[in-house]
């Protein structure tokens, strides 16, 4: 069995021989699915910088936090731990409500790096971001699966925040360009169990494909849905919020015709993801939950954050972000820069087989800096 060292009771006071970081991820509500993956992934890279030598001479340290709370207490926790200065940066996956409530209390103070995959859009100085967004992810997916597959009649299904609805409003242009239409929007509260009234939605739309925009286990939920209502059998779905956790979750019986869209897949034949699923396995061993690209993307938080500190040589907000274009590291998404405060990456398609994933091909992106 995999396992942590306990977080020591110490780790709520200052200790100036450290760096101490909140790391923010879903421990309860529809993402807790893939929280423990993001605290794994986030150790092991924590483990991996100190044994490098930490940052400015100092060992890194992740104090967990909650990200699966309501937005407004997850924000007023991460400040009373920056205000008594037990922080000095914050990192991690957790869904856009919460970085809106918490960036403006937080991101001109320290550090903050946002490592979830959102709908664009975020300027605040001091908040940096490794994941993918609408025109880089979706815009090229919806685009080859109109090409190769025929679609043309999107139906969106999301939760009901801003990440599905703006990345939903993105979609419905990207589909007039490849000449179709999104056909129908349905927007649910986070933790909705009851989809029958959605999938009758769908199946009188005549939709070719359905846009997922569901979180954690409201995504397996209407899987599952979906593929007993018999809609997989004339319907395509495409997601670009789906890792191995929730394709486990979902069952082999529920994902015929299911692609997700993302910057890491665990079945990326690639030397850099090799190279970390060893190092994953090695640590934790063969029973830990999966490393998906939700998970693997708090790995990522952690290496930027330690390189944008370490290249400005202080945790000044205003120093580091003088600095933060000439920042790059290499993590399993290859080596990566930074443009726009947003890292720049390689983007895959991936078809479900069972509760696996085929990776088919890496999308064309393009070079525009992300709005």
Same mark, same amino acid.
């Given at each position: 069995?995999?396992?942590?060292?306990? #977080?020591? $009771?110490?780790?709520?006071? /200052?200790?100036?021989?450290?760096?101490?970081?909140?790391?923010?991820?879903?421990?309860?509500?529809?993402?807790?699915?893939?929280?423990?993956?993001?605290?794994?992934? %986030?150790?092991?890279? =924590?483990?991996?910088?100190?044994?490098?030598?930490?940052?400015?001479?100092?060992?890194?340290?992740? $104090?967990?936090?909650?990200?699966?709370?309501?937005?407004?207490?997850?924000?007023?926790?991460?400040?009373?731990?920056?205000?008594?200065?037990?922080?000095?940066?914050?990192?991690?996956?957790?869904?856009?409500?919460?970085?809106?409530?918490?960036?403006?209390?937080?991101? #001109?103070?320290?550090?903050?790096?946002?490592?979830?995959?959102?709908?664009?859009?975020? #300027?605040?100085?001091?908040?940096?971001?490794?994941?993918?967004?609408?025109?880089?992810?979706?815009?090229?997916?919806?685009?080859?699966?109109?090409?190769?597959?025929?679609?043309?009649?999107?139906?969106? /299904?999301?939760?009901?925040?801003?990440?599905?609805?703006?990345?939903?409003?993105? =979609?419905?242009?990207?589909?007039?360009?490849?000449?179709?239409?999104?056909?129908?929007?349905? &927007?649910?509260?986070?933790?909705?169990?009851?989809?029958?009234?959605?999938?009758?939605?769908?199946?009188?739309?005549?939709?070719?494909?359905?846009?997922?925009?569901?979180?954690?286990?409201?995504?397996?939920?209407?899987?599952?849905?979906? %593929?007993?209502?018999?809609?997989?059998?004339?319907?395509?779905? $495409?997601?670009?919020?789906?890792?191995?956790?929730?394709?486990?979750?979902?069952?082999?019986?529920?994902?015929?015709?299911?692609?997700?869209? =993302?910057?890491?897949?665990?079945?990326? %034949?690639?030397?850099?993801?090799?190279?970390?699923?060893?190092?994953?396995?090695?640590?934790?061993?063969?029973? %830990?939950?999966?490393?998906?690209?939700?998970?693997?993307?708090?790995?990522?938080?952690?290496?930027? $954050?330690?390189?944008?500190?370490?290249?400005?040589?202080?945790?000044?907000?205003?120093?580091?972000?003088?600095?933060?274009?000439?920042?790059? &590291?290499?993590?399993?998404?290859?080596?990566?820069?930074?443009?726009?405060?947003?890292?720049?990456?390689?983007? &895959?398609?991936?078809?479900?087989?069972?509760?696996?994933?085929?990776?088919?091909?890496?999308?064309?992106?393009?070079?525009?800096?992300?709005?």
């Amino acid at each position: 069995m995999f396992q942590l060292d306990p #977080h020591p $009771l110490d780790w709520f006071t /200052v200790d100036d021989s450290v760096l101490s970081v909140a790391l923010v991820f879903p421990m309860q509500g529809a993402a807790g699915i893939f929280g423990p993956t993001c605290e794994l992934c %986030a150790q092991l890279a =924590a483990e991996e910088v100190n044994h490098a030598g930490g940052v400015l001479g100092k060992q890194l340290r992740l $104090l967990p936090v909650d990200g699966g709370a309501e937005p407004r207490e997850i924000a007023e926790r991460v400040e009373a731990l920056v205000d008594l200065g037990v922080v000095q940066g914050v990192t991690g996956w957790h869904i856009s409500s919460v970085r809106q409530a918490l960036a403006p209390r937080i991101a #001109h103070r320290v550090p903050y790096v946002y490592t979830a995959l959102y709908e664009g859009g975020e #300027h605040t100085t001091g908040v940096y971001l490794t994941s993918e967004t609408p025109d880089d992810q979706l815009r090229p997916a919806m685009r080859l699966l109109a090409g190769e597959r025929k679609v043309r009649r999107w139906f969106v /299904v999301g939760n009901d925040y801003v990440w599905p609805r703006r990345t939903a409003r993105a =979609a419905c242009g990207y589909a007039r360009e490849s000449g179709g239409g999104v056909c129908g929007q349905v &927007y649910l509260p986070l933790g909705t169990h009851d989809f029958d009234s959605v999938l009758r939605r769908i199946e009188r739309s005549d939709a070719d494909a359905v846009l997922m925009l569901l979180v954690g286990n409201d995504a397996v939920r209407f899987n599952r849905a979906f %593929a007993a209502a018999g809609l997989d059998e004339r319907c395509l779905r $495409l997601s670009t919020l789906m890792d191995e956790n929730m394709l486990l979750a979902s069952g082999p019986t529920a994902t015929a015709g299911l692609y997700s869209t =993302a910057g890491f897949f665990a079945s990326l %034949a690639n030397q850099d993801t090799l190279d970390f699923q060893g190092r994953y396995a090695g640590r934790y061993g063969t029973e %830990a939950p999966a490393p998906g690209s939700l998970g693997e993307s708090c790995y990522e938080g952690v290496l930027l $954050l330690a390189a944008l500190v370490a290249r400005a040589r202080t945790l000044d907000v205003a120093a580091i972000g003088a600095t933060a274009e000439s920042v790059s &590291y290499e993590g399993p998404r290859g080596l990566l820069r930074l443009s726009g405060s947003h890292v720049r990456q390689r983007i &895959y398609l991936a078809q479900a087989d069972g509760v696996d994933f085929d990776v088919l091909t890496q999308l064309d992106v393009g070079t525009a800096t992300p709005s």
